[in-house]
């Protein structure tokens, strides 16, 4: 059972930027980013694999990037030029998919972080 642990949430102006991390308990092929707000699905916005090759949603495209640190079993999200659409519950998810695509469902994945919150105000 690969447990994920987040950090790096909180509150920040439009334009503004966070950080955030997902260390991992073992190594999976294929780490995301999701986020939810109240009454709408979760969201895959980034996905990367064990080589570092990512891929995006259009909603974050050009604005966040994502990357993993394998020796540390760490998953990173940089998000700048950050929006209130952007205001969300940040989640990250792992599994050992053959290929990672941004495109997979929640219910795809078997490991989850515990959410982090994201607020950006205007």
């Known amino acids: 059972q690969v447990q994920l642990v987040e950090s790096g949430g909180g509150s920040v102006q439009a334009g503004g930027s966070l950080r955030l991390s997902c260390t991992a308990s073992e190594f999976t092929f294929c780490m995301a980013w999701f986020r939810q707000t109240p009454g709408k699905e979760r969201e895959g916005i980034a996905i990367i694999n064990k080589w570092g090759t990512p891929i995006y949603s259009n909603s974050v495209k050009g604005r966040f990037t994502i990357s993993r640190d394998n020796a540390r079993n760490t998953l990173y999200l940089q998000m700048n030029n950050l929006k209130p659409e952007d205001t969300a519950t940040y989640y990250c998810?792992?599994?050992?998919?053959?290929?990672?695509?941004?495109?997979?469902?929640?219910?795809?994945?078997?490991?989850w972080g515990q959410g982090t919150q994201v607020s950006v105000s205007s």
């Open positions: 998810a792992a599994d050992n998919f053959v290929v990672c695509r941004v495109s997979r469902l929640p219910q795809e994945y078997n490991y």
